[in-house]
């Protein structure tokens, strides 16, 4: 008969992979490889939930010495995020339009933080099914896997991070040439020599227009690495033929994300520009930041 400690461990590993491949099926878009970089990071929270799960066992058992593991993790995890940075900086040159340092540098936290998340499910998952009082093993095991998905789901909600289309209204808006200058709107964008190459952009050319919701929400749509991570997305989305490039209203707060697209298609780019995370190194809180809101 398998003894019932080793199932509370292997459900809890169970648990907490799952929880690993959901969130990376929710940011397949961030990923910069598949399927390999999918085999690496669900291996890397197999590890993870593996550690998490067999932690309060070795508490209960008095092994100490096993718990200097989740120490070892911990610095595996910062050696994934620090493996991620340098890939995709490496792949920035492949890039026709790069996604930039900030950008970068969020998605690689993202990843070393969910291994932690994959960690914790699992710790979660063992330790209901090892602690609970319930006669009945079905129950008990239902229970454990109950409350495992619970705090997947709290954690998963919690550490999801906002998007530009929660703090901004994006909306497609007109390219017009006065002379050889191009603007969108009332934004000027750039100036445009050859008569054939302004047709070409009056022509192949679309555009949007992000608006913040709030007047707080200016500094973080300000904020260069995410206009370039904008930028970066739509051209990813759509596909590049000539010319992307962002530019802010100084006066309105406003700011437009203009390109070129292989794809002509206004009601995606705003649907990509509206997905675009909101980096952590452009967010502002307002409670912090009240001081400088009117």
């Known amino acids: 008969m398998v003894d019932a400690l080793f199932l509370n461990i292997v459900l809890g590993i169970a648990m907490g992979t799952l929880a690993r491949v959901l969130l990376l099926r929710q940011d397949y878009r961030q990923y910069p490889s598949y399927p390999n970089g999918f085999l690496i990071q669900t291996w890397t929270g197999f590890i993870a939930s593996a550690l998490g799960a067999v932690a309060l066992p070795a508490l209960l058992t008095r092994n100490f010495i096993a718990v200097t593991f989740l120490a070892m993790a911990m610095q595996q995890f910062r050696g ?27 998605i690689a936290k993202t990843f070393e933080s969910r291994n932690y998340l994959a960690m914790l499910v699992g710790l979660i998952t063992t330790s209901t099914a090892q602690l609970t009082r319930i006669p ?17 789901l709290v954690l998963a909600f919690v ?26 709107g009332d934004i000027w ?52 033929r000539r010319y992307v490039t962002t530019r802010r209203d100084f006066e309105k707060g406003t700011v437009v994300v203009f390109l070129v697209p292989v794809k002509k298609d206004p009601d995606a780019l705003v649907k990509a520009v509206e997905l675009v995370p909101l980096l952590e190194s452009s967010k502002k809180e307002s409670s912090v930041m009240k001081v400088f809101v009117r």
Do not use: C, H
């Not at 790069?98 to 969020?106: C, E, L, S, T, V």
């Not at 007047?215 to 997305?233: D, K, S």
């Open 136 to 152: 009945n093993d079905s129950v008990r095991m239902a229970a454990a896997l109950a409350l495992g998905f619970s705090t997947f």
């Open 80 to 106: 994934i995020r620090q493996m991620e940075r340098t890939s995709l900086q490496d792949l920035e040159m492949t890039e026709f339009v790069p996604r930039g340092a900030a950008y970068i540098d969020g």
């Open 159 to 184: 550490s999801r991070g906002k998007v530009v289309g929660d703090i901004a209204s994006v909306s497609p808006v007109q390219i017009r040439f006065e002379g050889s200058d191009l603007y969108a």
């Open 189 to 240: 964008l750039m100036n445009v020599g050859p008569a054939k190459a302004r047709d070409f952009i009056e022509r192949e050319g679309i555009a949007v227009l992000v608006t913040p919701k709030r007047p707080e929400y200016e500094v973080a749509i300000a904020n260069f690495g995410q206009r370039q991570a904008m930028a970066a997305e739509a051209a990813r989305a759509l596909g590049l």
